[in-house]
């Protein structure tokens, strides 16, 4: 079992950065893939980037990249999603997420925090 706890969500200026923080419970951290979703009200949650166990691979959705950058510290138990030039359309509930692979697919994880919530103001 783990147990998933985001941070680091607010309200920020079109342009401005923001960093999300995941917090992960247990001593097999290092083992899951962990991605970062999002969800937007009226939309479908979607994929927004993920990170393999060692930190090696990540995807990002095309969107984010080259603005967003997520990175892990396997010692800390933590994955972060670093946001920089953020734009109104980036306003969403960010939720991290840990599963077995690297995929975009969020049936494929198998565990979920409760979100956290990023507002974009233009």
């Known amino acids: 079992q783990v147990q998933l706890v985001e941070s680091g969500g607010g309200l920020v200026q079109a342009g401005g950065s923001l960093r999300l923080s995941c917090a992960a419970s247990g001593r097999t951290f290092s083992s899951y893939t962990m991605g970062w979703f999002r969800q937007a009200p009226g939309k479908e949650r979607e994929f927004v980037s993920t990170i393999s166990g060692s930190g090696v691979n990540t995807l990002y959705k095309l969107a984010v990249k080259g603005r967003f950058t997520i990175s892990r510290d396997n010692a800390k138990n933590t994955v972060y999603l670093q946001m920089n030039s953020l734009k109104p359309e980036d306003t969403a509930v960010y939720y991290c997420?840990?599963?077995?692979?690297?995929?975009?697919?969020?049936?494929?994880?198998?565990?979920w925090g409760r979100g956290t919530q990023v507002t974009v103001s233009s």
């Open positions: 997420a840990a599963g077995g692979e690297v995929t975009s697919a969020p049936g494929h994880y198998a565990y």
